[in-house]
């Protein structure tokens, strides 16, 4: 989906170019990267992009556990052994911890600044990690701007696996975000549901014989501030 239409995720190189105040760099942040599948395939696009437009992108991979993260930062030299290109566009690896961040009265200088695309795959399968990640977007997610000029809208784009033995898990993502139609017009802008997308995977226990397929169902929110 990400190589196909990057610009519905918002690496089109949109935001500064003409859309936003000022010319300011595009930040993307995965949450709870992993192996940094997503991170990683979200820099290469820009990679690709970047030699046809003048501009600066920052993609922060992030992950709780030592032992992800040291295999999320091979992960990255290996996709982008030595320098990319002129510097352009730029991935690296960060601990994040979702329970601590929202209260921390400082955060780390890579997090320091709101990001305009935040990723987050098969990360909600505890009863807390929506209402965390809810406070994490709060101070992670770039508010909306003021400037009748600017129409760049920040997105966390959020894909979950709908599994019969965590249902509850995926269901406290809307039990967490309110859906923005049901927020009145002038409230205070709060994180919502913007939309739902449902999307059907074939899957393969056998690989060689593609044999026993199953169908994995996910759902798809695109979750930003009501307006």
């Avoid at 990319?84 to 320091?112: A, N, Q, R, Y």
């Avoid at 909600?124 to 000029?149: G, M, N």
Wanted: charged share 25%.
């Amino acid at each position: 989906m990400i190589v196909e239409h990057p610009e519905q995720f918002g690496l089109d190189f949109r935001i500064g170019e003409d859309y936003t105040c000022g010319k300011r760099p595009l930040r993307v942040l995965e949450l709870g990267a992993g192996t940094g599948l997503v991170g990683l395939t979200a820099t290469k696009v820009l990679v690709a992009s970047s030699a046809e437009r003048d501009f600066r992108t920052t993609v922060v991979a992030t992950d709780f556990y030592p032992s992800v993260l040291d295999n999320l930062r091979a992960n990255i030299d290996r996709n982008f052994p030595g320098d990319l290109g002129d510097g352009t566009v730029t991935i690296t690896s960060h601990f994040l911890d979702w329970s601590k961040l929202p209260t921390m009265s400082s955060v780390p200088e890579l997090l320091s600044e709101p990001f305009d695309v935040v990723f987050g795959a098969d990360i909600v399968y505890e009863a807390d990690h929506a209402a965390w990640i809810k406070k994490c977007l709060e101070r992670l997610l770039h508010h909306p701007c003021t400037s009748v000029a600017c129409s760049s809208v920040a997105i966390f784009h959020l894909v979950i696996p709908l599994r019969p033995t965590h249902l509850l898990e995926a269901g406290s993502i809307e039990t967490t975000f309110r859906w923005t139609s049901d927020i009145p017009r002038g409230d205070h802008p709060e994180l919502a549901i913007l939309s739902r997308e449902t999307i059907l995977c074939e899957a393969y226990r056998d690989r060689d014989a593609k044999r026993d397929r199953d169908v994995v169902e996910y759902l798809y929110y695109r979750i930003g501030w009501s307006q």
